[in-house]
Nanobody, 127 residues
Framework: QVQLVESGGGLVQAGGSLRLSCAASGRILSSYNMGWFRQAPGKERKFVTAINWSGSSTYYEDSVNGRFTISRDNAKNTLYLQMNSLKPEDTALYYC????????????????????WGQGTQVTVSS
């Protein structure tokens, strides 16, 4: 199995940028399709973006499309999320997740598709 550790969160003003990282250990990252989810206080965990095992396909939630970019470096066993033009509504705990399941239809949107999760990193965007 794989262990995931997120980093890079913090406090940023609206319009600013952050780059999140998710370091994997225990098994090579290229075995997994990967995703980022976020959870605001009192709300359910929601899909943000996903990337297939090779990095050839990416998927974005509408509100982050054009502002966020997911990428991966399988040689470094690391997943990234570049977040630009941040808004206060992006404030949440951000989780990376790994799935051994093939991407099929819209299953990448669902939390149950992912078998492994990190502990999360907090992103706070001030207005």
């Amino acid at each position: 199995q794989v262990q995931l550790v997120e980093s890079g969160g913090g406090l940023v003003q609206a319009g600013g940028s952050l780059r999140l990282s998710c370091a994997a250990s225990g098994r090579i990252l290229s075995s997994y399709n990967m995703g980022w989810f976020r959870q605001a206080p009192g709300k359910e965990r929601k899909f943000v973006t996903a990337i297939n095992w090779s990095g050839s396909s990416t998927y974005y939630e509408d509100s982050v499309n054009g502002r966020f970019t997911i990428s991966r470096d399988n040689a470094k066993n690391t997943l990234y999320l570049q977040m630009n033009s941040l808004k206060p509504e992006d404030t949440a705990l951000y989780y990376c997740a790994a799935s051994l399941l093939p991407i099929d239809g819209n299953n990448f949107l669902r939390t149950y598709t992912y078998q492994y999760w990190g502990q999360g990193t907090q992103v706070t965007v001030s207005s």
